[in-house]
C-alpha cells in the first residue's frame, strides 16, 4: 500500500472515530439538564386562579345561609320567650285564659305545633349550613394539597384559601354561638316543663293531666330536635 493510501485510510478512520464518539455524548442525558427540564414543565403546569377559587366556593352564599338560620334560630327563641322566662320556668298565665283564670289546654297545644314547626325548620337549615361548611373546606383542602408552597405563584394561592379557610371559621363561630344560645334555652324550658308536670294538679285543679300530657308534648317535640341535631 502506498503511503498516500495509507494516510487516507487512517484519517477516514479517525473521522468515524470522532463522529461516533460525539453522537455517544449527545445521547447520553444529562441528570442536572434532565432535572431542569422537569422544573421547568412543572413550573409552566396551570394552576387556579383566586377567582376560579371564588367561583368554586361563595362565601356570600355560605353567610347568607348562616344567616338565613339564624333568622330561623331567633323565630323558635320568640317562640320560647312567649310561654318561658329567662330561667326556663313556664309562665303560667300563657297557658291560661283571661276571664275565668283556667288551664286553656289549645294554647298549649298551639305552642306545641308551632314550636315543632320552627324546630324543625330550624333544623333544616342547620344541617344545610354544616354541609355547605363541610364541602367548602373540603374543596379547599383539594385546592390546597395541589400547590407548592415553595412556589411564589402558589404562595399567592395559599394566602387566598387560607383567607377563605379563616372566612368559613370566623362564619361558623357565629352561626354555632347562635345554635349553642338555642340549645341552652331549650334545655331549661325542658326543665321548667319538669317542675310545671310536678304542680301541675294543684297549679290547674280539674286539669293537672291534661296540662302534664300536653306540656310533654312540647318537651317531646324539644327532646327530637335534639337527638336530631346529635345526628348531624
Not at 131 to 141: E, T
Request: neutral net charge.
Amino acid at each position: 500500500m502506498k503511503v498516500r493510501d495509507f494516510t487516507k485510510l487512517f484519517m477516514g478512520l479517525a473521522a468515524i472515530s470522532f463522529l461516533n464518539v460525539a453522537c455517544q455524548g449527545n445521547l447520553q442525558s444529562d441528570p442536572g439538564q434532565s432535572s431542569k427540564a422537569v422544573e421547568s414543565a412543572s413550573s409552566s403546569a396551570p394552576i387556579e386562579s383566586t377567582e376560579d377559587l371564588s367561583a368554586k366556593i361563595d362565601m356570600k352564599a355560605v353567610q347568607a345561609s348562616v344567616d338565613d338560620s339564624k333568622v330561623a334560630m331567633e323565630e323558635a327563641q320568640k317562640l320560647l320567650a312567649s310561654f318561658s322566662n329567662p330561667d326556663g320556668s313556664i309562665k303560667i298565665w300563657s297557658l291560661m285564659t283571661g276571664s275565668t283564670n283556667s288551664v286553656q289546654s289549645q294554647s298549649i297545644f298551639i305552642i306545641y305545633e308551632k314550636l315543632s314547626e320552627l324546630l324543625n325548620k330550624v333544623y333544616d337549615k342547620v344541617a344545610l349550613v354544616k354541609q355547605k361548611f363541610n364541602d367548602a373546606r373540603a374543596l379547599l383542602a383539594i385546592e390546597a394539597a395541589k400547590l407548592d408552597p415553595n412556589r411564589p405563584d402558589h404562595q399567592i394561592l395559599l394566602a387566598q384559601i387560607n383567607k377563605m379557610m379563616a372566612q368559613i371559621d370566623m362564619a361558623e363561630s357565629q352561626f354555632s354561638m347562635a345554635l349553642g344560645q338555642l340549645a341552652g334555652k331549650l334545655d331549661l324550658v325542658k326543665a321548667g316543663i319538669d317542675t310545671l308536670t310536678v304542680s301541675a294538679g294543684s297549679l290547674f285543679p280539674g286539669a293537672g293531666i291534661i296540662v302534664s300530657v300536653l306540656t310533654n308534648q312540647v318537651k317531646m317535640a324539644i327532646t327530637e330536635f335534639q337527638v336530631k341535631l346529635q345526628s348531624l
